[in-house]
C-alpha cells in the first residue's frame, strides 16, 4: 500500500466537456501541484505562480487498494477534508501510482466553480 507523502508535481492538465469528462476539450495547460497523502486523504494543492503558495485545494478520500502496493485510488469529494477557505468543489476520481522512481497523479473530475466544466489531471513527480 503507498504510505504517506508530499511531494512537488508538475500537472498538464485539459479543461473537458462536463458530460464528458474523460475526454480533453481544449489545449493541454501545465500547472504545478503539492500532493499529499496522509492516511487515507489526499489533498491536490494547485500552487499559484510556480510558487509554493496554494490557491486551491481539492481532498480526495483512499477508495480502493490494489494487489500492486505502488497504486491506490481516490475517490475526489466536495468535502472540505483539507479545512483549508481554497477548498475546491469538485467530484471525480484519482489514481496514484509509482513510475520508476516518480509519484505519478491521473485524475479526472468536475467541478461546478462557475459553469459547470471537467478535468482531466497527468502529473508527474518532480524535485522541490
Known sequence: MIGDFKVTMENKWYITAYET???PAGNQ???KLRVTLTGNTLLIEGLKDMSSQAEAVISARRSLDFTNP???SFVIVEDNL???PLAFPAMGT???FMDGSKRRLRA???DRNGAPKGWIFDATEVPS
Do not use: C, D, Y
Request: glycine fraction near 6%; proline fraction near 0%; avoid cysteine.
Open 70 to 72: 505502488e497504486m491506490a
Open 29 to 31: 495547460l501545465t500547472e
Open 94 to 96: 484519482a489514481v496514484v
Open 108 to 110: 479526472a473530475g468536475f
Open 21 to 23: 469528462f474523460n475526454k
Open 82 to 84: 483539507a479545512r483549508s
